[in-house]
C-alpha cells in the first residue's frame, strides 16, 4: 500500500514520490507541524494552498489531550482536523526527551510527567503504536531514546542499543497494512554508530526510515555531516526523513545529502513571533524601519500576507491582533513550500546545486561544498 518512487537525482538530491492510500507525497517535501491536531493559527484550507501534501501530528501531545480514545471515538485524526491527506504522527520520543527531568527511561518503557498535570505516564513501544493507530495516521513512527548532545560515548551507545531493540518491539505491534511504519536512526554525531544503527535498521521491514536525534543543539555542519554518513547506509528506495529540521538552509543542505522528508515548527513558531522568511533572509516586521513600508514581504508570493503592505503587517503585531500570527505562519509555510516545490523542479532539471547555492547567498550563506 505505500511505495517510494525515486524519480530522479541531482548532484545527491533526489526526487521522488512517497505513495500512501490517502494520496502521493512529492520529495523533497516538507510537513507542516500540527502539534495537537492543528497547524496553529491556520485553517486546514490555508495549510493546504501552501503546497503540504502531508502534516504531522503530536502523539504526546493528542495522548494527553483530548486523549487518543476521544480522538478515535471523533472519527480519528483526519476527520477531527478535517485533513483528507496523509498524516504522519511521531512516537512521542522526542517529547519525552523534551521534557528533561520529568522523564526516566527503563528498558520497558520511558515513564513522564504530563506537563499539564503532573500525572504519571508510562509509555511503551507498544502503547506508541497503540496510541498512533488509535490516531489513525498513514504513517507511524517508532518509539525512541532521544539524548541530548553533546553525551558520553557509553550514553549514546545505550540509547541507540535500546532504540533498535524498542524498534523491534514496535515492528511487533504495528499491524495494520494502512499504516506505514518508519524506523529512527539514532547514534549522535558518530559515524560508525550512525553506521551501526542505519545498517541494522535497515535489514528490518519499514516503510521508511527516519535520522533522529539532530537539531539537539549541534553545529549545524555536525547535522550536515551526520545526515551525509547516515543516508548512504539507508536503502535508496525508501523515503528518508529529517526530524524536526529546519531552517531554509537545513533544509537544502540536507536535500544534498540524501534527504526527503522535513519537519519543523520553524516556519509557524517564527511567524506568531514576527519573523518572515524571505529569498534575502528573515525579515522582523516588528522593527520600525517597516513602519510606512507599501512593499509587501515578497513579491509575487501567492499567501494571504502578501496581499498586504509590510506597514500593515506591522501595525497588526504591535495592536496584538491575532490577524498578524496567523498572516505570517501562511507566508511562511508557502515560502517552506514553494522552496520545496522549486527544489524538486531544479533536481528534474540536473540543476540543484546551482540552484541551492543561489538560494544560500540570498540568504547570507556561502555556497555548500560540493557533496556526493
Ligand atoms: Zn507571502
Not at 30 to 46: E, H, N, R
Not at 61 to 84: Q, S
Not at 275 to 293: Q, Y
Request: proline letters at 5%.
Amino acid at each position: 500500500m505505500f511505495r517510494f518512487d525515486l524519480q530522479h537525482e541531482s548532484n545527491g538530491a533526489r526526487r521522488g514520490v512517497f505513495r500512501t492510500p490517502r494520496g502521493d507525497v512529492q520529495t523533497p517535501g516538507f510537513m507542516p507541524v500540527g502539534t495537537v491536531g492543528t497547524v496553529k493559527g491556520l485553517t486546514i484550507d490555508q495549510v493546504a494552498a501552501t503546497g503540504a501534501d502531508m502534516i504531522l501530528g503530536n502523539t504526546y501531545h493528542l495522548r494527553l489531550r483530548p486523549g487518543h480514545e476521544t480522538v478515535a471515538r471523533l472519527g480519528g485524526l483526519h476527520k477531527m482536523c478535517g485533513w483528507d491527506g496523509p498524516i504522519l504522527t511521531d512516537s512521542g520520543g522526542f517529547q519525552v526527551f523534551s521534557l528533561g527531568a520529568l522523564n526516566k527511561v527503563t528498558e520497558q518503557a520511558a515513564t513522564f510527567r504530563s506537563h499539564l498535570d503532573g500525572s504519571k505516564i508510562e509509555l511503551t513501544p507498544e502503547h506508541s503504536i497503540e496510541i498512533q493507530q488509535a490516531l489513525g495516521s498513514d504513517v507511524a513512527m517508532v518509539l525512541d531514546h532521544v539524548i541530548a548532545l553533546p553525551a558520553e560515548q557509553a550514553v549514546v551507545e545505550d540509547a541507540l542499543a535500546r532504540s533498535i531493540r524498542w524498534a523491534k518491539r514496535c515492528r511487533d505491534a504495528a499491524d495494520r497494512p494502512e499504516q506505514a511504519l518508519f524506523a529512527i536512526v539514532q547514534g549522535g554525531l558518530d559515524p560508525e554508530l550512525r553506521r551501526q544503527c542505519a545498517t541494522e535498521l535497515a535489514t528490518m521491514p519499514f516503510e521508511g526510515f527516519a535520522v533522529g536525534g539532530l537539531s539537539v543543539g549541534e553545529a549545524p555542519e555536525e547535522m550536515y555531516a551526520t545526515t551525509a554518513v547516515t543516508t548512504v547506509h539507508l536503502p535508496v528506495d525508501k523515503p528518508r526523513y529529517l526530524m524536526g529540521v529546519g531552517t531554509p538552509r537545513d533544509l537544502l543542505e540536507n536535500i544534498a545529502r540524501g534527504i526527503d522528508l522535513f519537519d519543523c515548527v520553524m516556519p509557524t513558531r517564527n511567524g506568531r513571533n514576527a519573523l518572515a522568511f524571505t529569498d534575502d533572509g528573515p525579515i522582523k516586521l516588528r522593527n520600525a524601519v517597516h513602519r510606512e513600508d507599501t512593499r509587501p514581504i515578497m513579491e509575487d508570493c501567492p499567501c494571504l500576507a502578501c496581499r498586504h503592505s509590510r506597514g500593515y503587517l506591522r501595525h497588526l503585531f504591535n495592536a496584538n491582533e491575532m490577524l498578524g500570527p496567523i498572516l505570517l505562519s501562511h507566508h511562511n509555510l508557502t515560502y517552506y513550500g514553494n522552496l520545496m516545490r522549486q527544489t524538486r523542479q531544479a533536481i528534474e532539471e540536473d540543476r540543484f546545486h546551482a540552484f541551492a547555492a543561489g538560494k544560500l547567498r540570498g540568504w547570507g550563506y556561502e555556497p555548500m561544498d560540493a557533496v556526493a
